[in-house]
């Protein structure tokens, strides 16, 4: 398990929006940004989103996410067949000095 | 263009030893910390070390606390991973990443590489 929750799929049809959920505590989330990562296998994982709501360059704005709480969410806009991958959640945790990812939600494009 | 290439990765039997690299470029090293991350077969990403840009700060996850050693040479732009008493469930591909934040002060990894594979087997 990991100190990070986030459900293991989640699915849409193209142009549909899906939402990731990430949730965690007062020692990780709570005190510290969220940041979001999509992993094709056998790729290199890419930064999504950093400090809760950002974009880097060259990410597109359908793309978005925000924090509340100990608790953080990913959006995807616009579904598209290049969005099925395998997104993660990731913050720094003050109690346990570490660098803690959820365990992923994989997106399904049907 | 920032760069990151590992390398090191291999077969090895349990309770054996590896050191994995990892090479930079295109960027002022001596200025950033860097991260170990690993994937084993069929899971997710696991983080494993961390080394603040001069050294002064280093952490471990706790599966791997104790049995490895993350170091860095500054010099010669480049990250290692010393893997000791290594486990089947060390298996995995290893990533080097690189912290966005210079300060440090934000924790969030912009830049990876592509990955170098460990194999834990008798």
């Known amino acids: 398990q990991s100190v990070l929750t986030q459900p293991p799929s989640a699915s849409g049809t193209p142009g549909q929006r899906v939402t990731i959920s990430c949730s965690g505590s007062g020692s990780n989330i709570g005190r510290n940004p969220v940041n979001w990562y999509q992993h094709f296998p056998g790729k290199a994982p890419k930064l999504l989103i950093y400090n809760n709501d950002k974009r880097p360059s060259g990410v597109p704005d359908r793309i978005s996410a925000s924090k509340s709480g100990t608790s953080g969410s990913l959006a995807i806009s616009g579904l598209q067949s290049e969005d099925e991958a395998d997104y993660y959640c990731a913050a720094w945790d003050d109690r346990l000095s570490g660098y803690f990812f959820g365990l992923g939600t994989h997106v399904i494009v049907l | 263009e920032v760069q990151l290439v590992e390398s090191g990765g291999g077969l090895v039997k349990p309770g054996g030893s590896l050191k994995l690299s990892c090479a930079a470029s295109g960027f002022n090293f001596n200025s950033y910390s860097l991260n170990w991350v690993r994937q084993a077969p069929g899971k997710g990403l696991e983080w494993v070390s961390s080394i603040s840009a001069r050294s002064n700060y280093v952490f471990y996850g706790e599966s791997v606390k104790g049995r490895f050693t993350v170091s860095r040479d500054n010099a010669k732009d480049s990250l290692f991973l010393q893997m000791d008493s290594l486990r089947a469930e060390d298996t995995a591909v290893y990533y080097c990443?690189?912290?966005?934040?210079?300060?440090?002060?934000?924790?969030?990894?912009?830049?990876w590489g592509q990955g170098t594979l460990v194999t834990v087997s008798s």
């Open positions: 990443a690189r912290v966005g934040d210079p300060s440090g002060y934000f924790y969030y990894f912009d830049y």
